[in-house]
């Protein structure tokens, strides 16, 4: 039995491109999710393709959630969909849509309403 998988804690999964990462935005989003109360993890990858980092994400979290990132890209994903069905797929503008973005993931695990995302910060 490999225990290091069976001890593998619940948590949103965040894949992003380790070329094109941009810190801020990994923050703002882990901020987020951790202001609901949900563990998460970060990993860089070498995949170019925001689907499919999102898309392997979800895949691995034991939540059946995940987050890919690709420049301000990012994507929102659940195991259960199709690669390219993802519930979120948002070119960030700022930190607030990246904090909403993280909250959001959350929020799918707890199973309560989104929050909405900001069109234009001030």
């Not at 094109?20 to 998460?40: A, T």
């Not at 973005?101 to 995302?117: C, D, V």
């Given at each position: 039995?490999?225990?290091?998988?069976?001890?593998?804690?619940?948590s949103i999964?965040?894949?992003?491109?380790?070329?094109?990462?941009?810190?801020?935005?990994?923050?703002?989003?882990?901020?987020?999710?951790?202001?609901?109360?949900?563990?998460?993890?970060?990993?860089?990858?070498?995949?170019?393709?925001?689907?499919?980092?999102?898309?392997?994400?979800?895949?691995?979290s034991k939540?059946?959630?995940?987050?890919?990132?690709?420049?301000?890209?990012?994507?929102?994903?659940?195991?259960?969909?199709?690669?390219?069905?993802?519930?979120?797929?948002?070119?960030?503008?700022?930190?607030?849509?990246?904090?909403?973005?993280?909250?959001?993931?959350?929020?799918?695990?707890k199973k309560?309403?989104?929050?909405?995302?900001?069109?234009?910060?001030?």
């Amino acid at each position: 039995m490999n225990r290091n998988k069976s001890l593998k804690k619940p948590s949103i999964y965040i894949f992003c491109n380790k070329n094109k990462k941009n810190k801020e935005l990994i923050n703002q989003i882990g901020y987020g999710i951790e202001e609901e109360g949900i563990p998460f993890k970060v990993s860089l990858k070498e995949e170019n393709s925001v689907n499919k980092l999102a898309y392997n994400a979800a895949q691995e979290s034991k939540l059946g959630i995940g987050i890919g990132i690709n420049n301000n890209r990012v994507l929102l994903q659940m195991k259960k969909l199709k690669e390219k069905n993802p519930i979120f797929d948002i070119k960030i503008a700022g930190q607030l849509q990246s904090k909403i973005m993280g909250i959001n993931a959350a929020r799918l695990e707890k199973k309560i309403p989104f929050k909405e995302f900001v069109v234009k910060e001030d």
